[in-house]
Every structure is written in structure tokens, then in C-alpha cells.
């Protein structure tokens, strides 16, 4: 299994045009073969940072996702209403410690 955890800034400004464009990302997302979650999360101490946190059954179904057609319409217009571009981190879940 792939998490991903991706963290943003929004535009105060912006804040309501990314949401929508976010819910539909995560409406989308959820409907891929290999997606086992995918939510967007708000900090509580800043109304304005965002975290989507997504779980992929492997690398080839997170490698689909980044080149579904949704994904590549939708990010390149959440990335204009961001103060800076998101923060990407990968991970992959520990099965034998």
C-alpha cells in the first residue's frame, strides 16, 4: 500500500473556488480500481491549509491516478489558487518489523 500525504496553502481569497475543485477531486479520485481512500483534511490552526491523505493499493494505481484525466484537469487549477506549491510526501506501509 502507497499514502500519500499532500499538503497546501490556499489563497484566503481562493479558499471556496479550491474546496469545490477539491470535493470533485476527491468525488472522482474515489472512483479508481486501485483507490483505497482518499480525503481532504483542513488544519485547525489555519482555516486555509489543506491536506488531501490517500491511500493507494500500489504503485501502478497511483501512477494511474496521476495521469487519470481529472487528475490532470483539476491540479493544475487547485495549484493557481495555492500560495505556494504543495508539499508531496510518499510512504509505504511497513509489513514486517
Request: charged content about 25%; aromatic content about 8%.
Amino acid at each position: 500500500m502507497i499514502i500519500v500525504v499532500a499538503k497546501s496553502n490556499v489563497l484566503p481569497e481562493k479558499r471556496e473556488e479550491f474546496l469545490k475543485l477539491a470535493r470533485e477531486m476527491e468525488q472522482k479520485s474515489r472512483q479508481e480500481s486501485g483507490c483505497i481512500s482518499y480525503t481532504l483534511y483542513e488544519s485547525m490552526d489555519n482555516p486555509n491549509q489543506f491536506c488531501y491523505i490517500e491511500l493507494w493499493k500500489d504503485a501502478g494505481a497511483l501512477k494511474a491516478h496521476n495521469n487519470s484525466a481529472h487528475f490532470l484537469s483539476l491540479v493544475p487549477k487547485m495549484n493557481q489558487l495555492k500560495k505556494e506549491p504543495s508539499h508531496v510526501e510518499l510512504y509505504h506501509e511497513i509489513t514486517e518489523l
